[in-house]
């Protein structure tokens, strides 16, 4: 059975600090590793990887993908309040079905 | 943008009584997807529709549950007899060929 399994739970920060968030997996016939912001709703597209090694960056996050020890990081610098949500990692199988962790929930104190 | 809209966004519903759910994928998108969410829960994938049949539906997607592609934009998700634990949050989704998955803002089913 799929599994992704992301760390830690829940991190409170202050603005400015930088947090890293882990996402470790176990799928048969990967297809692609992709991040999403969860704010009140809808999980919102953050990033997709599907390479080893390459960064993926947007503003002030970025995520890379390690393939050969099964796990991606999501990085966000200088964090600020509005990147307060719980941030969702899903991998994608090669059917069509994305497996999600349980997430991780940031809070980020002014 | 272009977003996934779903209708309603809450649905209230008594035990025993069918419900649909609606969803508009983006319009170039050619696969699409039901997930759901239970209060403090995992994302839980429901079912993926591609050229017009299911591809793929995990064991929750049961003889209850079905969907549809009514016409070349609506893609809906009924459940024939609801139960208590069949609340929660349904999320619809679609995506192109090698791209990622967009969500739709969901619809609450609350059924009681």
């Known amino acids: 059975e799929d599994k992704v399994v992301q760390s830690p739970l829940s991190l409170v920060v202050h603005e400015g600090d930088t947090v890293t968030l882990n996402c470790s997996y176990e799928?048969?016939?990967?297809?692609?590793l992709l991040w999403y912001k969860q704010e009140k709703k809808a999980p919102t597209f953050l990033f997709m990887l599907t390479s080893s090694g390459i960064e993926k960056k947007s503003g002030r996050l970025s995520s890379i993908l390690d393939k050969k020890e099964l796990f991606s990081i999501l990085n966000i610098t200088a964090t600020q309040t509005g990147d307060s949500a719980i941030y969702l990692c899903a991998v994608g199988a090669a059917g069509n079905k994305l497996t999600f962790g349980g997430g991780t929930r940031v809070l980020v104190k002014p | 943008e272009p977003e996934v809209t779903q209708t309603p966004s809450h649905q209230v519903t008594q035990m025993g009584q069918e419900v649909i759910l609606r969803c508009v994928p983006i319009?170039?998108?050619?696969?699409f997807y039901w997930y759901r969410q239970i209060l403090g829960q995992k994302v839980e994938f429901l079912v993926s529709?591609?050229?017009?049949?299911?591809?793929?539906k995990s064991e929750i997607f049961d003889d209850q549950f079905s969907v549809e592609r009514p016409d070349g934009s609506n893609f809906t998700l009924k459940i024939r007899s609801t139960k208590l634990e069949d609340s929660a949050m349904y999320f619809c989704?679609?995506?192109?060929?090698?791209?990622?998955?967009?969500f739709g803002p969901g619809t609450r089913l609350t059924v009681t």
């Open positions: 799928v048969t016939n990967f297809r692609s």
């Open positions: 989704a679609s995506r192109r060929t090698g791209e990622a998955e967009y």
């Open positions: 529709f591609y050229n017009n049949e299911i591809s793929e």
């Open positions: 319009s170039n998108h050619l696969y």
